[in-house]
T-cell receptor, first 116, second 108 residues
Framework: GAGVSQSPSNKVTEKGKDVELRCDPI?????LYWYRQSLGQGLEFLIY????????KSGLPSDRFSAERTGGSVSTLTIQRTQQEDSAVYLC??????????????FGPGTRLTVT | LAKTTQPVSMDSYEGQEVNITCSHN???????ITWYQQFPSQGPRFIIQ???TKVTNEVASLFIPADRKSSTLSLPRVSLSDTAVYYC?????????FGPGTRLSVLP
């Protein structure tokens, strides 16, 4: 079946502009996750959704970052007034979840964001 | 699994068994332990998940001791294509914390 898809695959933007990154999870997966990975670095957790709700937004790096999920499916990560340090690959994943347990996460190919 | 530690890098030769251990403190009762593999310019790929004792699938085995404060990913008979970064994943509150990753290099 179809995996996690993300769009755009690449985004180059000027400093100070807003960007929207989109994630389409695997159909039926209730949990959706956003991570960031800077060049040569590990994975930095940003936020996760259980259904349309994000229980904890403290992983978002600043108030310029926001995320939403509608209809228990598509999610959008928005970065306002982008800065050069926002340049990274933004990865989305989805999984089944329930009963306090979270199961294997399936990742999309990522969106490479470059802020010039 | 508030904080995870794992070796930064490992080298191995083709055909050998590789064991990568992740140490995780403050593991919660309902935390699963999950491992991922990442190749350059790709998203991480799920390898294996377990709760206790031993789990085996077609790719790897996962060993979890009774205290669950560590886990060991075992890759049997590695090949050059197993060269990648391997991450263990845990939880910290409502956040998902990947370990720093172990860069495995398989040599011919």
């Amino acid at each position: 079946g179809a995996g996690v898809s993300q769009s755009p695959s690449n985004k180059v933007t000027e400093k100070g502009k807003d960007v929207e990154l989109r994630c389409d999870p695997i159909s039926g997966h209730t949990a959706l996750y956003w991570y960031r990975q800077s060049l040569g670095q590990g994975l930095e957790f940003l936020i996760y959704f259980q259904g349309n709700s994000a229980p904890d937004k403290s992983g978002l790096p600043s108030d310029r970052f926001s995320a939403e999920r509608t209809g228990g499916s598509v999610s959008t990560l928005t970065i306002q007034r982008t800065q050069q340090e926002d340049s990274a690959v933004y990865l989305c994943a989805s999984s089944n979840a329930g009963g306090g347990a979270f199961y294997a996460q399936y990742f999309g190919p990522g969106t490479r964001l470059t802020v010039t | 699994l508030a904080k995870t530690t794992q070796p930064v890098s490992m080298d191995s030769y083709e055909g050998q068994e590789v064991n990568i251990t992740c140490s995780h403190n403050n593991i919660a009762t309902n935390d699963y332990i999950t491992w991922y593999q990442q190749f350059p310019s790709q998203g991480p790929r799920f390898i294996i998940q377990g709760y206790k004792t031993k789990v085996t699938n077609e790719v790897a085995s996962l060993f979890i001791p009774a205290d669950r404060k560590s886990s060991t990913l075992s890759l049997p008979r590695v090949s050059l294509s197993d060269t990648a970064v391997y991450y263990c994943l845990g939880f910290k509150g409502q956040n998902f914390v990947f370990g720093p990753g172990t860069r495995l290099s398989v040599l011919p």
